[in-house]
């Protein structure tokens, strides 16, 4: 009598499709690969892969609303360089800095702490 195998629970999949850019492909299939050896990754751990937190967090919002760095510059008082740099890791975001990118962008200003 045959043993039992353990099989990948296919119940209540769903599909999903990215559209990403060709440099992201290679980590995207990586991180995919490793979700499904594991049970979960945290998500701050998989952001955190790409640079800061606080970065990813405020690139990832101000693409979200469709924004260039120069409107959000523009919209915030914050120049330009400044948003590059934080985005970039480069520059820490202040609770001041926060609240102004918050306020725009319609988060929380803690996401970017």
């Known amino acids: 009598m045959p043993g039992l195998t353990k099989k990948p629970h296919t119940e209540n999949l769903i599909p999903l499709h990215l559209m990403v850019h ?5 980590t995207i299939t990586r991180y995919v690969a490793q979700l499904e050896k594991s049970d979960s990754t945290p998500w701050r751990e998989v952001a955190g892969r790409r640079g800061s937190v606080p970065a990813s967090i405020l690139r990832g919002s101000r693409s979200k609303a ?3 760095q120069t409107r959000l510059s523009e919209l915030t008082g914050i120049p330009q360089r400044h948003i590059s740099e ?10 001041e800095t926060a609240k102004k990118l918050a306020a725009v962008l319609n988060v929380d200003y803690r996401v970017f702490m």
């Open 22 to 26: 060709p440099a992201n492909v290679d």
């Open 86 to 95: 934080m985005e970039q890791g480069k520059r820490t975001i202040g609770k």
């Open 66 to 68: 469709e924004m260039t």
